[in-house]
């Protein structure tokens, strides 16, 4: 068996052959750790990891590593997310060795939203590395156990580096190209768009193992409970990479309570997502919020 990269359950459960199940919380515009667990305690227990957004939608929360240490504290795992917008490299690496000290051993590196689409845009961007610069600082501070300028780590940090995917239809030349170059920078795992057409993850998955990328890194399908056909439609036109198919709208057109259906239809994803050759898990994200995903559990049963 691969000697484990962090000290974290999704990562062994991964590896064991596990499907896991993860959920996303946006930290709450509040300086107590309660209203984290207000927002986010209930997933204790249902989810294996619990990832934690960083800035989303380029407006100010909680810190993330603040919010993550207090999931972390209160037996909730958190997979921390990184941008590149708000801080620049040395922050990023200070972070980098203070998640693992605070018991988060996950972490997912991303660009993050533009400053322009926030609540402040007058803000300065930073964006000192890119999210493959990301990438590859976090592995070689785990792997070498030094800074890049060379500087001693001691101990090194124990992470299980994460990145964005969006499947697609695969065309006939279609080459994972930037999952390889991904997964070569230091990703061991992906967290991917929204997926609602099985067939389509089916063929992609098959394709990436085709070319052996799903030897390298494990893939969590980003799912979510739609709220209605409007909001299916809106995600379709908005969205990078999702698309509902028009069946699955006409559905949730003809429910009496389109809400309940949508969570249906998740469910119906996720149980069909675990018969998927390549696929490690599924990663629930509501527009929402939290609630919406613990209605998802209330209502069905979502077993890892």
Not at 117 to 131: I, M, R, T, Y
Not at 257 to 267: N, S
Not at 274 to 297: D, N, R, S, T
Request: charged residues 25%; proline residues 6%.
């Amino acid at each position: 068996m691969t000697a484990l990269k962090s000290n974290g359950q999704l990562e062994a459960k991964l590896r064991a052959g596990q499907f896991v199940l993860t959920a996303e919380m946006t930290p709450p515009d509040a300086a107590s750790a309660e209203a984290v667990l207000a927002k986010a305690g209930a997933l204790k227990g249902l989810v294996d990891a619990c990832n934690v957004t960083d800035g989303a939608g380029a407006k100010a929360h909680m810190a993330p590593l603040a919010a993550a240490a207090i999931l972390a504290r209160h037996g909730i795992e958190p997979i921390l997310q990184f941008t590149v917008r708000d801080r620049n490299r040395l922050a990023i690496q200070a972070d980098y060795i203070g998640a693992p000290a605070l018991g988060i051993p996950n972490i997912l590196c991303l660009h993050g939203d533009s400053i322009e689409k926030g609540d402040q845009p007058d803000a300065k961007s930073v964006v000192d590395l890119d999210s493959r610069g990301l990438l590859s600082t976090a592995r070689s501070m785990r792997d070498t156990g030094a800074f890049p300028s060379g500087r001693k780590i001691e101990p090194a940090p124990k992470l299980f580096i994460g990145a964005a995917d969006a499947p697609q239809d695969p065309k006939p030349d279609f080459e994972p190209k930037g999952l390889a170059g991904k997964i070569e920078a230091g990703a061991d795992f992906f967290q991917t768009q929204f997926v609602y057409d099985l067939e389509m993850v089916k063929r992609y998955m098959a394709r990436l193992t085709d070319f052996g990328v799903t030897e390298k890194a494990f893939f969590i399908m980003g799912v979510g409970p739609l709220a209605s056909a409007k909001s299916a439609r809106w995600m379709n036109a908005n969205l990078f990479g999702v698309n509902v198919p028009e069946a699955t709208i006409a559905r949730l057109e003809a429910a009496e309570d389109q809400a309940k259906e949508g969570r249906k239809i998740c469910a119906e994803i996720i149980q069909g997502l675990k018969e998927i050759k390549g696929v490690g898990g599924a990663h629930i994200m509501a527009p929402q919020g939290e609630k919406a995903i613990l209605a998802l559990f209330g209502e069905h049963r979502l077993v890892s």
